[in-house]
């Protein structure tokens, strides 16, 4: 592997015109498809083999075109204290805001709801739901326009007015300014880190560049693969963090050849060789870890860990073909200012003779840490498992779902329409069950569905059941459940299955069947089936990881640990996210106003992405361990000189996705704040605690037994020479000045 890549590096070295034009002519073709592309599909969420989507079908099939993806506004006017809506003067200004609300372009159609019934028992509030022709993401700036032109003149007469639902959903992404925060603060790291404007712009430069590639391949390609306009959001933010990340790691390397007496070719292919192997087998672990959430069984969620999937392949070969023909056009620009102000090729030129291995070697901030670390392994080691341990207990009380309008600031026209609604028609009114009878097999399908209807209407937390609809065909019924309680009550959840649990005795009775569905019961479900598959995808992620990493490091203790550290800093972030989100300790500093179960696909987002980064961390910094180690250093020795190398690039790539992650905490969105800090907690925990402090005691108090492989499974194993020992060789006494390397290659 490092013969491989050092040949590979000093090729796109020596032809670095070459492998510039390739790249330019990759990112040009996949950005001419992309153009040429009729663009993303809007692809329905789905999730088969739950109940909630077995309904949801079968309404498609038997009530042909009601079940469409057209947008949609519910308008609440709300009378002014102690006043009613149905008074003569309030139900005029409403029913002229209904009119004007339907009279839009694109509008399908208004409901007058005092005509549907849509007033609340005490007369103070009532509501038209208003369906639109074309989807949300159809809506044009006009519609949107017209929509809040109508709220505001019903405002005018004296009437509360908010609005909810799709057509008020912002569909351009909510990311776009952490991105940009993100990528500031990166440069700000790399800058401090390297000391050289050339040094920090490199691995931004090609970082940005992977992630076009990978975005226009992906826009490419939308159509053939029926891929949505939100399948790239993953590859965007990973091809991101990867791209910085494997840069940073060969550029450091480089960096560290250099200042060792290589002339730029050899550093540059030393480098490759090295970090690049380094690089391979972290992205290897990052493509097992995407590729492996295809096993929640969600079409949209394997199309999104492909795509990342594909954008960290191209971070990758970004890292090992073209970050190496850059070092070739500027082999002096991302040195340290010092090296380049005292006109010399290497901070500190090796006598004739001497490996590399005897050059002098400087103490840092990492060795400081290491030696301290060495000195009290255990105590370090407790005190890591003990706070982690801590914050992950709050991860037992775990709720999953999926926040609606309730989460959201109250600042926002959706949250106090859900507010009125909830305090005119009760909370469960937000999230009501939909009921589809299937009545084939019955004798009487009318009766079969009342009496369905009228048994479920009797169940305890049941508030009302609206009149049951037939299809054309008449076998065929779905009516609504208003719940008493609000759509993320686990009182709610206890309904659904209370429902669900009589179903036996009703087909028994009637001959037909019926499935629940709905948003709520969608949510329910969901949750449920992630639940369950977030067990299966730690064991596949970690199994398979583990597998490699014993190829990496051929050891079984060190990817044991590397594996159970991640799990620490996983049910810890997690435990974090159910303390402010959930259990609201601390949410007002974030802005968090309302509190409730944990995004459905929360934890399987953070296990795939930070897993992902946590072995890029472990690879990077054991795999100089394992290198001085097999270089004939002791076990402490070995410690110490991998932070010595790692420490300070695996503490500014930790901060870089910290800053990253943190920018989506600034967002108003409550499931965006959710989002961010969860990720920026899990790679604080697991960079500087499991990484940086339990990694080393861990090596600290196995000693040589953290190298140990049994005979056998050493025989078994591929051998892949991740250290680079193939390419350790002493520094030639008449080492080529830099400027004639680079004249000559």
């Not at 990978?214 to 933010?237: D, F, H, R, V």
């Not at 069984?297 to 970050?323: E, F, N, Q, R, Y």
């Not at 402490?636 to 000189?641: E, F, H, L």
């Amino acid at each position: 592997m490092a013969t491989f890549l050092y040949r590979l590096g000093r090729l796109a070295f020596r032809r670095r015109w070459r492998v510039a034009l390739v790249w330019a002519a990759v990112l040009a073709a996949v950005g001419f498809g992309a153009m040429s592309s009729s663009g993303a599909v809007d692809e329905e969420f789905s999730m088969p083999g739950i109940e909630s989507q077995q309904a949801f079908d079968l309404l498609e099939e038997r009530f042909p075109g009601t079940t469409g993806d057209s947008a949609g506004a519910r308008v609440v006017f709300v009378a002014p204290g102690g006043e009613k809506v149905t008074a003569t003067e309030h139900k005029a200004a409403v029913e002229a805001a209904v009119a004007e609300l339907g009279d839009g372009s694109q509008v399908a159609s208004a409901v007058d709801p005092f005509k549907a019934g849509a007033v609340s028992e005490d007369g103070s509030t009532a509501y038209t739901t208003v369906t639109y022709k074309v989807g949300a993401v159809d809506l044009t700036d006009a519609s949107k326009t017209h929509l809040e032109e109508a709220l505001d003149h019903a405002q005018d007469s004296g009437l509360t007015v908010e609005a909810g639902g799709t057509a008020l959903e912002e569909t351009g992404g909510p990311g776009g300014a952490a991105e940009a925060i993100g990528v500031a603060i990166a440069a700000v790291v790399l800058l401090i880190t390297f000391g050289s404007l050339a040094a920090a712009g490199l691995p931004l430069l090609t970082a940005v560049i992977g992630v076009g590639v990978s975005m226009a391949t992906i826009l490419a390609l939308s159509t053939a693969l029926g891929l949505s306009s939100t399948t790239g959001t993953l590859a965007t933010m990973l091809g991101l963090a990867v791209g910085i990340d494997y840069a940073l790691f060969v550029v450091s390397r480089y960096r560290e050849e250099r200042a060792k007496g290589r002339a730029p070719q050899e550093a540059t292919a030393l480098a490759t060789g090295t970090a690049g192997s380094a690089v391979v087998f972290a992205g290897l672990t990052v493509v097992i870890a995407l590729a492996g959430l295809s096993v929640v069984g969600i079409p949209m969620l394997t199309k999104m860990g492909l795509a990342a999937a594909g954008a960290v392949v191209v971070g990758v070969l970004i890292a090992l073909t073209l970050v190496p023909a850059l070092l070739g056009f500027w082999p002096n620009a991302v040195l340290a200012r010092k090296a380049r102000r005292a006109g010399r090729t290497t901070e500190e030129t090796p006598k004739a003779g001497r490996t590399t291995e005897e050059a002098p070697k400087k103490d840092n901030g990492g060795t400081r840490w290491a030696r301290f670390v060495l000195r009290r392994p255990l105590p370090v080691l407790l005190l890591g498992v003990v706070g982690l341990g801590a914050l992950a207990i709050p991860m037992t009380d775990l709720q999953l779902g999926m926040p609606g309008d309730e989460a959201k600031s109250t600042s926002t026209t959706e949250r106090r329409a859900y507010d009125a609604l909830a305090e005119g028609f009760g909370p469960g009114f937000n999230g009501p069950l939909t009921v589809v009878v299937d009545a084939k097999g019955a004798d009487d399908p009318k009766a079969a569905a009342d009496t369905i209807s009228q048994e479920i209407g009797g169940t305890e937390g049941v508030v009302s059941v609206s009149p049951a609809q037939f299809n054309e065909a008449g076998d065929t019924a779905v009516f609504s459940v208003v719940p008493a309680t609000a759509p993320t009550d686990e009182k709610t959840k206890d309904l659904v299955t209370s429902i669900r649990g009589e179903r036996p005795d009703m087909e028994s009775a009637t001959g037909a069947t019926f499935d629940v569905t709905g948003t709520t019961a969608m949510n329910i479900d969901i949750a449920d089936k992630v639940q369950s598959a977030l067990v299966p995808y730690l064991i596949l992620v970690v199994g398979l990881a583990v597998i490699l990493l014993l190829v990496v490091f051929r050891s079984v203790l060190v990817p044991l640990k590397a594996a159970l550290g991640f799990l620490l800093s996983v049910l810890a972030s997690l435990g974090a996210v159910v303390v402010v989100f959930q259990q609201g300790h601390g949410a007002e500093l974030l802005g968090v106003e309302t509190t409730g179960p944990i995004m459905s696909l929360m934890p399987i987002f953070l296990v795939g992405i930070v897993f992902g980064l946590a072995m890029d961390y472990e690879v990077f910094l054991v795999s100089r361990m394992r290198e001085a180690y097999v270089h004939g250093e002791s076990p402490a020795q070995a410690v110490t000189s991998g932070f010595r190398h790692s420490a300070r690039v695996v503490v500014a790539a930790a901060l870089i996705m910290i800053a990253v992650f943190a920018g989506f905490i600034g967002e108003s969105d409550s499931m965006i704040k959710m989002i961010g800090f969860g990720l920026a907690a899990a790679v604080l925990l697991d960079a500087f605690v499991v990484r940086m402090a339990i990694v080393p005691a861990v090596l600290a108090l196995l000693g040589d037994k953290a190298w140990w492989l049994p005979k056998w499974l050493d025989r078994i194993l591929p051998r892949v020479d991740v250290e680079g020992e193939a390419l350790n060789r002493p520094v030639e006494p008449s080492a080529v000045p830099a400027e004639k390397e680079v004249a000559r290659a």
